[in-house]
């Protein structure tokens, strides 16, 4: 599979899945999953509401993925997923990599060719960037997966750009 680092707007992304770095409600809030939730539309919001109601009354867990319509984002889908709060005392990065994994997963089911990420956990969860890339492209990098053909890492300002970048070894 094919990596590419991009500097943008992970709602702007004409891609097979974007995936949306989701609070475990399900249901919106800030950063990127407020950005996604607003651009989607109420499609994508009443999708959710039914997953919470059938299958995920508590919320989904830190680390899984599941996928809905993308409503009116210029892409198919939208695979939700929790990544962990960072933490100084706990080593929580297998949930962030599980984050990516299971995203994967969820796409490469859908027969999704390519998908978009946005640097998971590096915003209002704390995860220190340079960190957040490396985990992200470790996943990536790794991945074996039967339909999908590229994954974009889009990434957030000039500042996140170029760490990833360096971090890269771009």
């Known amino acids: ?15 097979d899945v974007i995936v949306n770095a989701a ?20 499609e994508i919001l009443a999708e959710t509401r039914k997953l919470r109601a059938a299958k995920y009354g508590r919320g989904l867990p830190t680390g899984q993925a599941v996928s809905t319509t ?3 984002l210029p892409a198919r889908w939208v695979v939700h997923t929790v990544g962990p709060v960072h933490s100084d005392t706990e080593d929580r990065s297998e949930l962030l990599r599980a984050c990516y994994a299971n995203s994967l997963l969820v796409a490469d089911g859908l027969g999704a060719e390519t998908i978009a ?21 470790d996943v ?3 991945a074996e997966p039967e339909h ?16 990833a970048r360096t971090v890269a070894g771009l």
């Not at 990596?3 to 702007?12: P, R, S």
């Not at 919106?28 to 999953?33: I, M, S």
């Not at 990420?117 to 985990?135: C, H, K, M, N, T």
């Open 1 to 15: 599979m094919k990596i590419e680092l991009v500097e943008g707007d992970i709602t702007a992304q004409r891609v």
């Open 23 to 42: 609070n475990s409600s399900l249901l919106g809030g800030g950063g990127v999953d407020g950005a996604i939730h607003r651009r989607g539309g109420p």
């Open 70 to 72: 993308a409503g009116r």
């Open 117 to 137: 990420f946005p640097l998971i956990s590096a915003g209002v969860y704390r995860w220190p960037v340079e960190d957040a890339v490396r985990q992200a492209l």
């Open 140 to 142: 990536l990098r790794a």
């Open 148 to 163: 999908l053909r590229t994954a974009y890492l889009v990434l957030f300002g000039e500042a996140v750009a170029a760490t």
